[in-house]
């Protein structure tokens, strides 16, 4: 089994910047791609960003390219999210995700993905 645990969500004015981290236990991740996904209320859970196993790959959502970076370090068994110039439709709860290959591909999806974690709200007010 793998877990992933998520940490550095909060409250965050607009304009402001936020680091999320996402630590794998168990059967870890460090060959596996990992993604950032989001769920705002009442909308569906969509992807953020992903990252190969390696780091030389990311993949990121039009709506936050330039403002967001993925990163990872393999041997921590962690992945980063840095949030910059964050926005109020950037609200959501934030959930790390391992993935089921080591690449991405080129537009990753939530079926891409087979272990999640329970998620860190992120409310960025206006």
């Known amino acids: 089994q793998v877990q992933l645990v998520e940490s550095g969500g909060g409250l965050v004015q607009a304009g402001g910047s936020l680091k999320l981290s996402c630590a794998a236990s168990g059967r870890t991740g460090s060959t596996y791609a990992m993604g950032w996904f989001r769920q705002a209320p009442g909308k569906e859970r969509d992807i953020v960003a992903a990252?190969?196993?390696?780091?030389?790959?990311?993949y990121y959502v039009d709506s936050v390219k330039g403002r967001f970076t993925i990163s990872r370090d393999n041997a921590k068994n962690t992945v980063y999210l840095q949030m910059n110039s964050l926005k109020p439709e950037d609200t959501a709860v934030y959930y790390c995700?391992?993935?089921?290959?080591?690449?991405?591909?080129?537009?990753?999806?939530?079926?891409?993905?087979?272990?999640w974690g329970q998620g860190t709200q992120v409310t960025v007010s206006s």
């Open positions: 995700a391992r993935g089921t290959r080591r690449t991405i591909p080129t537009r990753p999806s939530r079926y891409d993905f087979n272990y």
């Open positions: 990252i190969s196993w390696s780091g030389d790959t990311t």
